[in-house]
């Protein structure tokens, strides 16, 4: 019971606090497909598949690494978010937490079927990246919603 | 399963809240019991019973749905 896995209750307003300006900036991003020169940079890589060339393992290629700081912002922060303790973190608080990341894997991948069988091609990347950060999101959509429901209910009582 | 926590409560004279703050558990908690959509772990309903000076099978009452 003491072993959670979780972070401290505070850590969930640091998350808030980097995931919303990294997710709107991400956005932005990807939509317009900006990469600022300055953040060119020749980085290393674990596994190559050059256009019209081969494939090989490790080496160094030249990319534009805006993409990777705002996604791991996006990321690391989802996850403080989704797994800091609440306020009154409890045994009932962890059964809704468990049941919504159940629902969070099952509806993600849900989706991630549906886009797997009727996306092709390129197109397919877009449903990559975006399934990158969505099994996080649709987790802190649906605990969230159920821990909100649960206090306008205790309200009520007594 | 049933359980008598409300019954109990009333008793003691004592609120969600103040129980909540007694078994270390939100008041959300509580009232989720209460209203029988939570099942406690043990741990809790040994905490409720030893609160409640009572013995942990007067709290909680086994129906026959439990065994389906």
């Known amino acids: 019971m003491k072993l959670n896995y979780l972070f401290p209750n505070n850590y969930k307003k640091i998350g808030w606090l980097i995931l919303i300006p990294s997710a709107i900036i991400g956005f932005i991003t990807l939509i317009l497909e900006l990469e600022?020169?300055?953040?060119?940079?020749?980085?290393?890589?674990?596994?190559?598949?050059?256009?019209l060339g081969d494939k090989h393992f490790f080496g160094i290629v030249n990319d534009n690494i805006l993409n990777e700081i705002l996604g791991t912002l996006i990321v690391l922060s989802s996850l403080l978010v989704a797994f800091s303790k609440e306020v009154s973190e409890d045994e009932y608080i962890s059964k809704i937490r468990?049941?919504?990341?159940?629902?969070?894997?099952y509806f993600n991948y849900a989706i991630l079927l549906i886009s797997f069988v009727f996306i092709f091609d390129l197109a397919?990347?877009?449903?990559?990246?975006?399934?990158?950060?969505?099994?996080?999101?649709?987790?802190?959509?649906?605990?969230?919603?159920?821990?909100?429901?649960?206090?306008?209910?205790?309200?009520?009582e007594e | 399963m049933k359980n008598s926590i409300k019954v109990e409560r009333a008793k003691k004279n004592i609120t969600q809240a103040d129980l909540a703050?007694?078994?270390k558990v939100?008041?959300?908690?509580i009232n989720a019991m209460e209203l029988g959509k939570y099942v406690p772990s043990t741990v809790l309903s040994l905490r409720l019973a030893q609160i409640f000076?009572?013995?942990?099978?007067?709290i909680f009452i086994l129906e026959y749905s439990d065994w389906d």
């Open chain 1, 36 to 51: 600022p020169n300055s953040l060119n940079f020749n980085v290393p890589t674990i596994f190559i598949d050059e256009l």
């Open chain 1, 98 to 105: 468990l049941e919504s990341l159940v629902w969070a894997v």
């Open chain 1, 124 to 156: 397919f990347l877009w449903v990559m990246i975006f399934n990158m950060f969505t099994i996080l999101l649709f987790f802190i959509i649906r605990f969230n919603w159920q821990i909100s429901k649960l206090k306008k209910v205790a309200h009520y």
């Open chain 2, 21 to 23: 703050t007694l078994a």
């Open chain 2, 26 to 29: 939100s008041r959300q908690t």
């Open chain 2, 53 to 58: 000076e009572v013995e942990v099978s007067e």
